[in-house]
């Protein structure tokens, strides 16, 4: 079974820092990208960034751009949200999620396992 | 503001149909597929149609999608009330260079 789980989240203050982890079970993980969506409570959903299936090209939204590093470990199926200069706007569930949705035939985009997510507050 | 622009809420009764409408722009759905989410209260995010138009397995055919140029759309037909949850558009934009999501439909069952 497609599996993600994550930990790490908890309180942090202001300023500070925060690695949180998922581990993947179920399927090859150097073989689809995987992303980091959050949602602030009461709020829509907000892609944070993206790796690729080997690692070596990531992607972040603007506002995480230069404080969040995303990595990942195939050899331990984990990967990593190394969070810093942490912020209240940045407190939210945040989801690990695998993409790509494959038929038989071909894989598309599209966020398609999703974890329970872990949540991280940051506090004033 | 969301790239993606989506109605905040939108309701119906049993057995209706509703549709959900997601418009975009020339970098995200003017060049790339839509994906839609179904979230229901207190859960993950499910993933409800891909590339456009597609199912899941699983997802029944009560649920629809279609996409013409920067606009998308979501139907839901014979309307049930454990539809009652969030529904999110979502497309790559390559102006971005990320995903970018819709703010969200709340959709409720009357």
């Known amino acids: 079974e497609v599996q993600l789980l994550e930990s790490g989240g908890g309180l942090v203050q202001s300023g500070g820092s925060l690695r949180i982890s998922c581990a993947a079970s179920?399927?090859?993980?150097?073989?689809?990208?995987i992303s980091w969506v959050r949602q602030a409570p009461g709020k829509g959903l907000e892609w944070v960034s993206t790796?690729?299936?080997?690692?070596?090209?990531?992607y972040y939204a603007k506002s995480v751009k230069g404080r969040f590093i995303f990595s990942k470990d195939n050899s331990k199926s984990t990967l990593y949200l190394q969070m810093s200069s942490l912020r209240g706007e940045d407190t939210a569930i945040y989801y690990c999620?695998?993409?790509?949705?494959?038929?038989?035939?071909?894989?598309?985009?599209?966020?398609?396992?999703w974890g329970h997510g872990t949540t991280v507050t940051v506090s004033s | 503001q969301s790239l993606l622009t989506q109605p905040p809420s939108a309701s119906g009764s049993p057995g209706q149909r509703v549709t959900v409408s997601c418009s975009g722009s020339s970098s995200n759905l003017g060049k790339n597929p839509i994906t839609w989410y179904q979230q229901l209260p207190g859960t993950a995010p499910k993933l409800l149609i891909y590339n456009n138009n597609q199912r899941p397995s699983g997802v029944p055919d009560r649920f629809s999608a279609s996409k013409s140029g920067t606009s998308a759309s979501l139907a839901i037909s014979g309307l049930q009330s454990g539809d009652e949850a969030d529904y999110y558009c979502a497309s790559w934009d390559d102006s971005l260079n990320g995903w970018a999501f819709g703010g969200g439909t709340k959709l409720t069952v009357l």
């Open positions: 790796i690729s299936p080997d690692g070596t090209t990531t």
């Open positions: 179920g399927f090859p993980l150097r073989s689809f990208a």
């Open positions: 999620v695998k993409e790509g949705y494959c038929t038989s035939t071909y894989c598309y985009e599209g966020f398609h396992i």
